[in-house]
T-cell receptor
Framework: KNQVEQSPQSLIILEGKNCTLQ??????????LRWYKQDTGRGPVSLTI?????NTKSNGRYTATLDADTKQSSLHITASQLSDSASYICVVSAKGGSYIPTFGRGTSLIVHP | NAGVTQTPKFRILKIGQSMTLQCTQD?????MYWYRQDPGMGLKLIYY???????DKGEVPNGYNVSRSTTEDFPLRLELAAPSQTSVYFC?????????????????FGPGTRLLVL
């Protein structure tokens, strides 16, 4: 069964600090992995998309890494801001057949001033 | 551009009632999707469409129907509402081309419709 596990479930950090969120998956065969940011009461917003051949991708202060061998990804947030407070969701899609992505439950990040 | 718009924002239904959740995008995207998000759970794909007139089932299609008569609109129909359909529903769209293939492009989500079935 395809699964995506995210850790930690929640995280509280001080403004200006860095943090790293983790995503482990068992989806196979692997097609791509995406990270989304979801503000409370809003739809998810895409941060990064990585395919098998990509092991890092940045979007401003957000940097995602992918290790396809160990089936792990991380999202690193640099110099956090209050507006980074949100849920961060990891999504993994498999190749072939119908499109059915597997979403993680998300990591809830709170940035305190 | 308004992006992806959804109506209504919030709705309360009685068991057995029916309703249509509306979704419109103005980005000329070929691909459109419907997801549901239950509290504390990951989003799940209900249906998707790769173009007008073409729809396909996702992971949790039971109890729902869709149609795609135009590029812009992708309504989701609930025929006999059940408490298990209480959820937040998100519509999304993405362009075709580039690396190609469904799910390999940036998806743009709408603001969601909160549905409560009592």
């Amino acid at each position: 069964k395809n699964q995506v596990e995210q850790s930690p479930q929640s995280l509280i950090i001080l403004e200006g600090k860095n943090c790293t969120l983790q995503c482990n998956y068992t989806v196979s065969p692997f097609s791509n992995l995406r990270w989304y940011k979801q503000d409370t009461g809003r739809g998810p917003v895409s941060l990064t998309i990585m395919t098998f051949s990509e092991n890092t991708k940045s979007n401003g202060r957000y940097t995602a890494t992918l290790d396809a061998d160990t089936k792990q990804s991380s999202l690193h947030i640099t110099a956090s801001q209050l507006s980074d407070s949100a849920s961060y969701i990891c999504v993994v899609s498999a190749k072939g057949g119908s499109y059915i992505p597997t979403f993680g439950r998300g990591t809830s990040l709170i940035v305190h001033p | 551009n308004a992006g992806v718009t959804q109506t209504p924002k919030f709705r309360i239904l009685k068991i057995g009632q029916s309703m249509t959740l509306q979704c419109t995008q103005d980005m000329n995207h070929n691909y459109m999707y419907w997801y549901r998000q239950d509290p504390g759970m990951g989003l799940k794909l209900i249906y998707y469409s790769v173009g007008a007139g073409i729809t396909d089932k996702g992971e949790v299609p039971n109890g729902y129907n869709v149609s795609r008569s135009t590029t812009e609109d992708f309504p989701l129909r609930l025929e006999l509402a059940a408490p298990s359909q209480t959820s937040v529903y998100f519509c999304a769209s993405s362009s075709s081309g580039g690396a190609g293939g469904v799910g390999r492009e940036t998806q743009y989500f709408g603001p969601g419709t909160r549905l409560l079935v009592l």
